[in-house]
Structure formats: structure tokens, C-alpha cells
């Protein structure tokens, strides 16, 4: 059975805002984030102890590249290095040496 609407059913109501066609969607604003590779390394090294940034220039020679650096509050930065691979990661320690076997969890 086909029930008929009455007039109240589908009367739509009027409030106090101004009664307009849906807008389409405005347009987007052009990327505003644009940075160079050399600009992001730079801001990577920017605040690694000394003694970081000489093991990451001589892992640099060996192809190793620097993927992030985690800084926690209060503590020296933690720099994150892969190979050229991409099937072994390193941390390097605040005093400079090298930790192989890191317990830092990564997402894959």
C-alpha cells in the first residue's frame, strides 16, 4: 500500500537563517609546506649533540641515511638511521655511539 503525504509532511521549514542553494565546496588553497630535501636534513640535524652529528656524517659516507629523530622532552635527541636497503635501522646515542640493537618500536 502507498501511503500519500500530506502537505505537513513534506513542507520544509523555514528559520531564521537565509534560505540559499547548497555551495559547492570552496577551492583549495595551494600547499603553503613546501620545503627542499636539504632544507628538511638541516632541520633533522638541527639540535643533535656534537658528538651525534660526527657518527651521522661517518654513516653518511657508508650510505646510511637519517630518517627521523624522535626528541623527547628533557632528554637528548634520538637520531634514526637506515641503511640503503631500508632493512636495518640504528639509533645513535646521545654520547655518540651506536646502538645496533635498539628497542625503539617502529611502525611498518
Not at 638541516?42 to 637519517?66: H, K, N
Not at 639509533?91 to 645496533?100: K, S
Request: glycine share 4%; net charge positive; proline share 10%.
Amino acid at each position: 500500500m502507498h501511503r500519500t503525504r500530506t502537505a505537513a509532511q513534506t513542507s520544509v521549514v523555514n528559520g531564521p537563517w537565509p534560505a540559499s542553494a547548497p555551495q559547492a565546496a570552496a577551492p583549495r588553497t595551494p600547499e603553503r609546506r613546501t620545503s627542499t630535501a636539504a632544507q628538511d636534513a638541516a632541520d633533522l640535524r638541527a639540535g643533535l649533540t656534537p658528538p651525534q652529528a660526527v657518527t651521522l656524517e661517518a654513516l653518511e659516507i657508508f650510505q646510511w641515511r637519517l630518517a627521523f629523530v624522535r626528541r623527547p622532552l628533557f632528554r637528548a635527541p634520538v637520531p634514526v638511521l637506515f641503511d640503503r636497503d631500508n632493512t636495518r635501522h640504528v639509533v645513535i646515542e646521545e654520547d655518540g655511539t651506536l646502538n645496533e640493537h635498539p628497542t625503539l618500536v617502529l611502525r611498518g
